[in-house]
């Protein structure tokens, strides 16, 4: 019969890994003794303990980004939406008389902002704008420009996306 300090062994030895027949082999004991005593113990393998640890926080960690991935993409769509409508429904008012340079300025700096969020698509979309209140963006068959060079639906989607923005024109 093993003594205590080859237990004490054997009880390391299978918490570390090693399984009951090579520990068996080993130090003598047979297996189903080895299985009783560790049971009884209350041994686990580090390893097994340690990969269902490891994969519980994974379990957690995917659950924590997938939420943080819906939310980031309920605001992007949410961002998109609002540029969207702005352009589609300007020109339905009268629109206020706007600073170009600073809603070109404007327009620039969401779109290196929508760039750092990981949007390109949105980045796109203020660029679009930033060109077409500089006049680059005209097509032949516009409507009348107003006084500043831009028409009156470019007036009144220059002016609804920068109340969107909150900058005053």
């Known amino acids: 019969m093993a003594g205590e300090r080859v237990w004490k ?9 090693a399984t009951a027949e090579w520990l068996s082999v080993k130090y003598g004991p047979a297996v189903r003794t080895i299985g009783a005593r560790a049971k009884a113990g209350g041994w686990r393998k580090k390893d097994i303990a340690l990969k269902a640890d490891a994969a519980w926080d994974e379990v957690e960690d995917e659950e924590r980004l997938a939420a943080e991935t819906r939310v980031a993409v309920r605001e992007a769509a949410d961002r998109r939406t609002a540029v ?5 429904g300007a020109g339905e008012g009268e629109a206020e008389a706007v600073d170009p340079g600073r809603a070109v300025r404007a327009a620039r700096a969401r779109a290196v902002a929508a760039m750092e ?4 698509r949105l980045a ?3 660029l679009k704008l930033a060109r077409m209140l500089e006049g680059e963006g005209e097509e032949d068959g516009d409507e009348a420009a107003a006084p500043g060079g831009r028409t009156p ?13 909150g900058v005053e024109g």
């Not at 062994?9 to 890994?17: K, L, M, N, V």
């Not at 969207?84 to 589609?88: D, L, N, T």
């Open 124 to 126: 796109q979309e203020f």
């Open 153 to 165: 639906q470019q007036e009144a989607a220059l002016a609804a996306i920068l109340a969107r923005l």
């Open 9 to 17: 062994r054997i009880e390391i030895e299978f918490s570390a890994g």
């Open 84 to 88: 969207k409508a702005a352009i589609r």
């Open 117 to 120: 969020e990981g949007e390109p």
